[in-house]
């Protein structure tokens, strides 16, 4: 039996974690959790998914870049996929797309998303990493 695809979700919204597990797991994927970017950096280093899915704002405004940038700094999880999906461009008005400096992700997703998306986006970057690691 091959080995499902890991998710990692990092989100301060309990309730939203909770949601998202469930439906990524009956979607067929290992999923963990995460409310903040200590434990999420904590559990990447541990589990080591495939896909991380972060929130931008949680216990401190800046803490998904924080999160992100540190993923990319950290060797073995340097080539993970990060999606990012977050309400503060809506809320502050202010886009947030991919740079390697700030905001170091594959994607960003303006909440709130659908399941259907979310499982799309998610399955959209495993199909890039495999792609990727096929060309190493």
Same mark, same amino acid.
């Given at each position: 039996?091959?080995?499902?695809?890991?998710?990692? !979700? /990092?989100?301060?919204?309990?309730?939203? !974690?909770?949601?998202?597990?469930? !439906?990524?797991?009956?979607?067929?994927?290992?999923?963990?959790? $995460?409310?903040?970017?200590?434990?999420?950096?904590?559990? $990447?280093?541990? %589990?080591?998914?495939? *896909?991380? *899915?972060?929130?931008?704002?949680? #216990?401190?405004?800046?803490?998904?870049?924080?999160?992100?940038? &540190?993923?990319?700094?950290?060797?073995?999880?340097?080539? /993970? #996929?990060?999606?990012?999906?977050? &309400?503060?461009?809506? %809320?502050?008005?202010?886009?947030?797309?991919?740079?390697?400096?700030?905001?170091?992700?594959?994607?960003?997703?303006?909440?709130?998303?659908?399941?259907?998306?979310?499982?799309?986006?998610?399955?959209? !970057?495993?199909?890039?990493?495999?792609?990727?690691?096929? #060309?190493?």
């Amino acid at each position: 039996m091959s080995e499902r695809p890991k998710v990692l !979700l /990092v989100d301060d919204d309990a309730g939203f !974690l909770k949601a998202m597990s469930l !439906l990524l797991e009956d979607a067929g994927y290992e999923v963990f959790t $995460a409310q903040d970017g200590r434990s999420g950096l904590a559990a $990447a280093m541990e %589990h080591q998914p495939s *896909v991380i *899915v972060l929130d931008v704002i949680m #216990r401190r405004p800046d803490e998904g870049f924080i999160l992100a940038r &540190a993923l990319r700094a950290e060797p073995g999880l340097s080539n /993970v #996929r990060l999606l990012v999906l977050t &309400a503060a461009g809506r %809320h502050y008005q202010m886009l947030f797309e991919p740079d390697d400096l700030w905001l170091p992700v594959d994607r960003v997703l303006e909440k709130p998303v659908t399941g259907e998306e979310l499982i799309a986006e998610i399955s959209r !970057l495993l199909a890039m990493q495999q792609s990727s690691e096929g #060309r190493k």
